[in-house]
């Protein structure tokens, strides 16, 4: 990178003397330029042109491409640097959750049932109740009755006796489905489980409402099937609902690139429809999702890099090995501290993931499967050393990387594969990791970020919207703090530095997209994504990181988000 960045800097400095008329579209200046590049790591200007950075350096250097037509913004003495780019996270699932009811903030199953109940009340008979976000292990009351932990549905269905209701668990992992729901899905007590699932039931044998891992598939059919029954025109207005509140959510938070980790090949065309009408303005670095044909034919016909003038990249195929710690999904070597009798689940066969691998490899796609336990990591580096054969430039990536045995850490590095992590998730649910796998377990293997940058793993960072908030500044500060919201430090030898999470959420998500010439730091000739903060993470008092705000979001060269004349307020 270094000395790519060194060649930047003289061709930047080649064609300002050959070109000396102003030519800037835009300059930031008064600011506090941090470039996440070697070779200049911080400036007071950017210029831009044509949608590429022209020029980084000291307020006079920059000022002398201004012209007629130039825009400049005063920055204020405030922190400039690249765009946020989000590592992991669902795109479409993040703009859903934004025009549905978000549970995230639930206090208790009573909170959850009154809002169902409030929209229930509000809905046509017969229409879905869509929501996402509930946690039981956050929950501040105990709940009474459950199973496992979880909460049964009859006072959910009680609420909501004509409207089928679908809350999907934080995780993504799991689902809580109302009677009418189940009865749009004919479950009955005679429903086998799916393989790699768990239907939850109660002593009498009856569907308490909760389906795991691959069992949520028998509600969601349900809830596709009623879908289908509206016509394309309200399925495309709903959609683009969907897309609208993504983008929106992005620029306000800084986004500008986004990895979404799971498109079908259905939502990989209607993304192409909404760019071809300037509908879509978060670039997209998009993995294929796993429930497609997932053959060497569809690789190639759906390989994109760089479209759409670099707004538009499909070249990874995403897979999944196991499932959610929260939902006891995740497999582990060993078995659950708070219960013994279950591993976890291996929801997609090994031999299906490696035939997969083979056709990413011969089509050119980089492979990304989630792996949260330990032995989810260790049988996914196994798939992957047998099918590499030594190459370690093909940037395969384990997806959250939640939970490493100790043996198996190095092996990342060893291999060339990229632990795809989210900061956030350690803060998130640290408290009651030790919990589920003990606190040697928890110590030795959970969200070893510095074991990993120590064994020369390279990261990316992620916030696996809508699992968690889209907000890189949250994940910043999980990054260099690992505080959890009870002020308890989870294992503080694990931290990053903040210049390390700052290139976690920028040029090291990157490289694991490929896309490290182009983006990932405010270098001449890259793309002229970058944001304008309230406050200097590399500087400010780690109490205040979180009040950090995005102020000024630019997306190839233009301002997408102002709020810099509001920043103060």
Request: positive net charge; hydrophobic residues 40%; contains cysteine.
């Given at each position: 990178?270094?000395?790519?960045?060194?060649?930047?800097?003289?061709?930047?400095?080649?064609?300002?003397?050959?070109?000396?008329?102003?030519?800037?579209?835009?300059?930031?200046?008064?600011?506090?330029?941090?470039?996440?590049?070697?070779?200049?790591?911080?400036?007071?200007?950017?210029?831009?042109?044509?949608?590429?950075?022209?020029?980084?350096?000291?307020?006079?250097?920059?000022?002398?491409?201004?012209?007629?037509?130039?825009?400049?913004?005063?920055?204020?003495?405030?922190?400039?640097?690249?765009?946020?780019?989000?590592?992991?996270?669902?795109?479409?699932?993040?703009?859903?959750?934004?025009?549905?009811?978000?549970?995230?903030d639930a206090t208790d199953w009573r909170d959850i049932v009154q809002r169902v109940a409030n929209a229930a009340a509000r809905a046509d008979s017969g229409a879905w109740i869509i929501g996402r976000g509930w946690h039981q292990e956050k929950w501040r009351r105990p709940l009474t009755p459950h199973v496992q932990g979880y909460p049964l549905h009859n006072d959910l269905s009680a609420v909501s006796p004509d409207n089928p209701v679908l809350l999907s668990h934080a995780s993504g992992h799991g689902l809580m489905a109302n009677a009418r729901a189940m009865a749009a899905a004919g479950i009955t007590a005679d429903t086998p489980t799916p393989q790699g699932g768990v239907i939850l039931r109660d002593a009498h044998g009856a569907a308490t409402g909760v389906f795991l891992e691959n069992a949520e598939t028998l509600i969601y059919d349900a809830y596709h099937r009623y879908q289908q029954q509206q016509n394309p025109g309200q399925r495309h207005k709903n959609l683009m609902k969907q897309l609208t509140a993504a983008t929106r959510h992005c620029l306000e938070n800084g986004v500008t690139t986004f990895h979404d980790a799971g498109?079908?090949?259905?939502?990989?065309?209607?993304?192409?429809?909404?760019?071809?009408?300037?509908?879509?303005?978060?670039?997209?670095?998009?993995?294929?999702?796993?429930?497609?044909?997932?053959?060497?034919?569809?690789?190639?016909?759906?390989?994109?890099?760089?479209?759409?003038?670099?707004?538009?990249?499909?070249?990874?195929?995403?897979?999944?090995?196991?499932?959610?710690?929260?939902?006891?999904?995740?497999?582990?070597?060993?078995?659950?501290?708070?219960?013994?009798?279950?591993?976890?689940?291996?929801?997609?066969?090994?031999?299906?993931?490696?035939?997969?691998?083979?056709?990413?490899?011969?089509?050119?796609?980089?492979?990304?499967?989630?792996?949260?336990?330990?032995?989810?990591?260790?049988?996914?580096?196994?798939?992957?050393?047998?099918?590499?054969?030594?190459?370690?430039?093909?940037?395969?990536?384990?997806?959250?990387?939640?939970?490493?045995?100790?043996?198996?850490?190095?092996?990342?590095?060893?291999?060339?594969?990229?632990?795809?992590?989210?900061?956030?998730?350690?803060?998130?649910?640290?408290?009651?990791?030790?919990?589920?796998?003990?606190?040697?377990?928890?110590?030795?293997?959970?969200?070893?970020?510095?074991?990993?940058?120590?064994?020369?793993?390279?990261?990316?960072?992620?916030?696996?919207?809508?699992?968690?908030?889209?907000?890189?500044?949250?994940?910043?500060?999980?990054?260099?703090?690992?505080?959890?919201?009870?002020?308890?430090?989870?294992?503080?030898?694990?931290?990053?530095?903040?210049?390390?999470?700052?290139?976690?959420?920028?040029?090291?998500?990157?490289?694991?997209?490929?896309?490290?010439?182009?983006?990932?730091?405010?270098?001449?000739?890259?793309?002229?994504?970058?944001?304008?903060?309230?406050?200097?993470?590399?500087?400010?008092?780690?109490?205040?990181?979180?009040?950090?705000?995005?102020?000024?979001?630019?997306?190839?060269?233009?301002?997408?988000?102002?709020?810099?004349?509001?920043?103060?307020?």
């Amino acid at each position: 990178m270094k000395k790519y960045g060194l060649l930047s800097w003289a061709v930047s400095f080649i064609v300002l003397a050959c070109h000396p008329k102003p030519q800037a579209e835009l300059i930031i200046h008064n600011a506090q330029v941090i470039t996440l590049d070697e070779a200049l790591p911080t400036a007071r200007a950017v210029a831009i042109s044509r949608g590429r950075i022209l020029a980084v350096g000291a307020d006079s250097v920059v000022m002398r491409q201004r012209g007629a037509r130039t825009r400049v913004i005063d920055a204020g003495g405030r922190m400039v640097m690249p765009g946020f780019i989000e590592g992991h996270a669902h795109f479409m699932g993040l703009g859903q959750s934004l025009v549905t009811l978000d549970l995230r903030d639930a206090t208790d199953w009573r909170d959850i049932v009154q809002r169902v109940a409030n929209a229930a009340a509000r809905a046509d008979s017969g229409a879905w109740i869509i929501g996402r976000g509930w946690h039981q292990e956050k929950w501040r009351r105990p709940l009474t009755p459950h199973v496992q932990g979880y909460p049964l549905h009859n006072d959910l269905s009680a609420v909501s006796p004509d409207n089928p209701v679908l809350l999907s668990h934080a995780s993504g992992h799991g689902l809580m489905a109302n009677a009418r729901a189940m009865a749009a899905a004919g479950i009955t007590a005679d429903t086998p489980t799916p393989q790699g699932g768990v239907i939850l039931r109660d002593a009498h044998g009856a569907a308490t409402g909760v389906f795991l891992e691959n069992a949520e598939t028998l509600i969601y059919d349900a809830y596709h099937r009623y879908q289908q029954q509206q016509n394309p025109g309200q399925r495309h207005k709903n959609l683009m609902k969907q897309l609208t509140a993504a983008t929106r959510h992005c620029l306000e938070n800084g986004v500008t690139t986004f990895h979404d980790a799971g498109a079908s090949y259905n939502t990989i065309d209607f993304y192409k429809k909404a760019l071809a009408a300037d509908s879509l303005h978060t670039r997209l670095y998009v993995m294929v999702a796993p429930d497609e044909k997932l053959d060497v034919a569809h690789f190639k016909k759906y390989k994109l890099i760089d479209g759409y003038d670099g707004m538009l990249t499909v070249r990874a195929v995403k897979q999944y090995a196991d499932g959610a710690l929260g939902s006891r999904g995740a497999w582990m070597l060993a078995p659950y501290s708070d219960q013994p009798g279950s591993v976890g689940q291996n929801v997609t066969p090994m031999d299906s993931i490696a035939r997969v691998a083979r056709a990413a490899l011969e089509a050119g796609f980089q492979l990304c499967t989630h792996a949260i336990g330990d032995r989810a990591n260790r049988e996914v580096l196994n798939v992957y050393e047998q099918a590499l054969h030594g190459a370690t430039d093909r940037r395969w990536r384990v997806e959250h990387a939640q939970h490493i045995d100790p043996a198996d850490q190095p092996r990342f590095a060893r291999l060339g594969v990229i632990a795809s992590m989210q900061t956030v998730h350690c803060t998130s649910d640290g408290a009651w990791v030790p919990q589920r796998i003990g606190m040697d377990r928890a110590r030795k293997g959970a969200y070893v970020w510095r074991n990993l940058l120590n064994s020369g793993t390279r990261l990316a960072n992620g916030t696996d919207a809508p699992v968690e908030r889209l907000a890189p500044i949250e994940n910043f500060y999980a990054a260099v703090t690992r505080r959890l919201h009870n002020g308890q430090v989870f294992f503080g030898e694990q931290k990053l530095t903040r210049m390390e999470a700052l290139q976690s959420l920028t040029i090291w998500n990157a490289y694991a997209g490929f896309q490290e010439k182009e983006l990932g730091s405010l270098t001449p000739g890259k793309r002229a994504d970058m944001i304008v903060l309230s406050q200097n993470l590399l500087t400010v008092p780690e109490n205040l990181i979180q009040k950090t705000k995005v102020l000024l979001t630019v997306l190839d060269g233009k301002v997408m988000y102002d709020h810099l004349k509001k920043g103060d307020e």
